[in-house]
């Protein structure tokens, strides 16, 4: 479990700056408060020790909602209600920063979450991009029908990247590059890859398809290659930046974390009666 882990590390860091201060006071020739430094450091080790051997596994389960569901019908429900519910019971997902390439090789940057891998072999991830307010399409649709290829940059939680992710999203008209309002410490590389990311996929245009009565267009996007700080596949990436409901980005916590194989078994033939 993800979140007892990161309590013990911070208890741990909390005696190791106990302990320094006390080697500190001990140098200095200062007795007084190590007695108090040191009952800290045991409480704190009494905590890590019954966190680790499961003895408060309790205080990190969270209560289950429950309560009799009832239906809510979409017909003639306002678009920003809709977009609600969908995005609170379709989240958390990724969100990530897509750097395409302008005419003038400057990069224009968007936010996206609205994507999903939906093909192994071949790779394929599946984009959905809407319009401004304005009507307007989205200048990375228009420059993946140019120019055919595209960075998808997924971060951890850090101010810096909340930055960069605010000023991403800001509309722009067509042709100004997002890129250039960022730090000259920000700028993406010659392939979209920006600073800061924890990893990143290159992707090239396939085809475009049209949603019945749906102003967005879906693009479905060939993956070309991952960027990653090794070369051997995560099982997951911790603290991964996601969408959280409506306009809502922070990490992903992973807790009570459960690994399901059964979908690798063969499949069971049942015999039959007949």
């Keep these: 479990m993800i979140e007892k882990d990161v309590v013990i590390r911070f208890l741990n860091q909390c005696n190791s700056y106990a302990q320094n201060s006390i080697q500190r006071k001990k140098e200095r020739g200062d007795e007084n408060e190590i007695r108090a430094w040191e009952s800290y450091i045991k409480f704190n080790q009494h905590a890590i020790d019954e966190i680790t051997d499961g003895t408060l596994d309790d205080w990190f389960h969270y209560p289950i909602q429950h309560g009799e569901l009832s239906a809510v019908?979409?017909?003639?429900?306002?678009?920003?209600?809709?977009?609600?519910?969908?995005?609170?019971?379709?989240?958390?997902?990724?969100?990530?920063?897509?750097?395409?390439?302008?005419?003038?090789?400057?990069?224009?940057?968007?936010?996206?979450?609205?994507?999903?891998?939906?093909?192994?072999?071949?790779?394929?991830?599946?984009?959905?991009?809407?319009?401004?307010?304005?009507g307007e399409m989205r200048d990375t649709l228009l420059h993946l029908r140019q120019h055919g290829k595209a960075t998808l940059n997924f971060f951890q939680g850090h101010p810096d990247v909340l930055n960069m992710i605010e000023t991403a999203a800001r509309p722009l008209n067509f042709g100004h590059a997002e890129a250039e309002l960022l730090h000259p410490q920000s700028i993406p590389n010659q392939i979209g890859v920006l600073p800061g990311a924890i990893g990143a996929i290159e992707v090239e245009f396939v085809q475009e398809y049209d949603m019945p009565d749906a102003v967005a267009k879906l693009a479905l996007l060939k993956v070309v290659?991952?960027?990653?700080?090794?070369?051997?596949?995560?099982?997951?990436?911790?603290?991964?930046?996601?969408?959280?409901?409506?306009?809502?980005?922070?990490?992903?916590?992973?807790?009570?974390?459960?690994?399901?194989?059964?979908?690798?078994?063969?499949?069971?033939?049942?015999?039959?009666?007949?």
Excluded at 91 to 96: L, Q, T
Excluded at 117 to 133: D, E, M, N
Excluded at 236 to 259: A, P
């Design 73 to 134: 019908d979409f017909e003639g429900m306002e678009h920003q209600e809709k977009s609600k519910w969908l995005t609170a019971l379709l989240s958390p997902r990724p969100i990530s920063i897509i750097a395409t390439k302008q005419a003038d090789e400057k990069f224009n940057l968007s936010t996206i979450s609205s994507c999903m891998h939906v093909s192994t072999s071949p790779p394929y991830i599946l984009a959905s991009f809407s319009k401004h307010r304005d």
């Design 225 to 274: 290659r991952v960027w990653y700080n090794r070369t051997s596949a995560p099982d997951h990436i911790e603290h991964l930046l996601c969408q959280h409901g409506m306009d809502r980005i922070g990490r992903l916590l992973l807790s009570d974390e459960t690994v399901i194989s059964s979908h690798y078994e063969p499949i069971r033939h049942q015999d039959s009666d007949d």
